[in-house]
């Protein structure tokens, strides 16, 4: 079954039942699956081309533009709106990708990036295309690629197939039981994993998604929830952390009917999913363990009987997880790693990066254990990579960046703890002599430079950056 | 220019860098953060950053929670520097 099967067979059993809501847009499945084949027609003059790059916000148009190069045989190459010119450059080198959809926002702000060639197409200009042609279109094992950070500064391209996307949706449904009665509040991103789950599940179970394109308005998120009958939330960690600075009568009263809160494993404090518990009076909040390469390898529900809080929760269905360490003992601290048919076979055209993947097995470069009950515990990274709320980062692109401004004789860049995105980044410079940069200035040449949540939170100046004979930065001694 | 007037304008200006595709016309101190399509968490952590290194001070995590607006950010400010 591939994802456009799980469209088609929602649109067989509730075709009129509206799929997506947007502000005050919706569409039904029916209509949507029009739209669907409307778009991969209108795709004629990209017919050549293999991987399609999508960049655009959470909207009705983005689904079906994702949906319908699918749908044509292609491969998605998702790409955040947030994106600097210097990813999409290395990005669309690495993927081999020569077309761009966007919208018009979008399609102004890369025509001013001198390095990237790709020819960009408007997304509402496909969307509205007259074309009378019926394409055939061919098959493709492949639904979408999506770059995530590594452990050097190359990002790398994970590949997800449809058999993969129908067993981690099925599991989905399995464990935290979504069905057709459920309506979906969705303020995370479309072009991530976290996101995507999402609606691939409201595709495949046929409930009503509701899009949301901030998940920093919490207004909006609590307001959403009464308005569109909610009962089921996806959010990250920060946002649920933030949402208890509200009234608790006034929290109580819009989570009220809420079956399901759904978070990421990124760092959820205690006390958080403590008072979420005492929140949910007809619900759980629930939190999962994955990589974009292995999505959704465990499922925690947080119900009131079980108080490990701190957990990520036990194997998803027919998934398995290895503790690897000395002691040969998986309730001993060690790497983590995953298989299971949820997980990628290989990287997008990355050698180096292969080499996590050994007999099916994806070194995760997570380290962690499991209790005698089977429950994992998250211990941190085995690498250098920083988890701002749930995005990864590698110290040696902020390094590399900064090192470009004058001024600067030498930089480090580390994580640091942080309430609510887990882990933000500290720069400690050494100015070269006579400088006279402050952090200000260093803060703006990122901020032209990078994403930003790759902005550091803080600056240190210091006079020397701890390194062994060889050079290698010391991290364990940065504060 | 007084001091109340510079530090307006170096705000005014953390808003422009962190949200590039600010129009200056669309920039109201009154402006909530629901108003902006771009202000997430992270532009929100980039503002307090700004904020902090320009005027060298240090926001407490309920501070930095509360500022929903360029208004906002400009009264915490000044509360540091008074």
Known sequence: MNLIDFLRKSVENYGDKVAIIENDKKITFYQLHEEVKKFSNNLDVLNQEEIISLISENSISFIIAYLGIINSGKIVHLISPDISEINLFTQLKSSKSKNIICNQLMKNKISNFNSIKATIFDIEEILFKKNNKKIKFDTNEHAYLIYTSGTTSEPKGVIISHSMIEFTTKNIVKVLDYSNSDTDLLPLPLNHSFGLGCLHTSLYVGSTLVLLKNASNLEEILESLKKYKITTLAAIPATLTKILNFENEKIEDYFSQIRLIITNSTAIPKKTVIQFKEILKKGNLATYYGLTEASRSTFMIFDKNNHREESVGKCSPNVEIKIVNKEKNNLKLGDIYIKGENVIKKYWNNIEANKNIFENWLKTGDTGYFDEEGYLFLNGRSDEIINVGGEKVTPNEIEQTIKNIPGIDDVVAFGIKHEIFGQTIKLNVIKSKNSDIDKAQILSYCMKNLEKFKIPSKIDFVKNIPKTDYGKVKRFMLK | ?82
Do not use: C, G
């Open chain 2, 1 to 82: 220019m007084t001091n109340e007037d510079e530090s307006k304008e170096i705000i005014k200006n953390i808003f422009f860098e962190v949200f590039s595709n600010l129009d200056k016309n669309d920039f109201s101190w009154e402006k909530e953060q629901k108003d902006y399509e771009n202000w997430d968490s992270f532009a929100q952590l980039n503002l307090i950053t700004f904020a902090e290194a320009k005027f060298n001070i240090s926001l407490t995590l309920e501070e930095s929670i509360e500022i929903k607006s360029a208004n906002d950010l400009l009264k915490t400010v000044e509360r540091h520097l008074a």
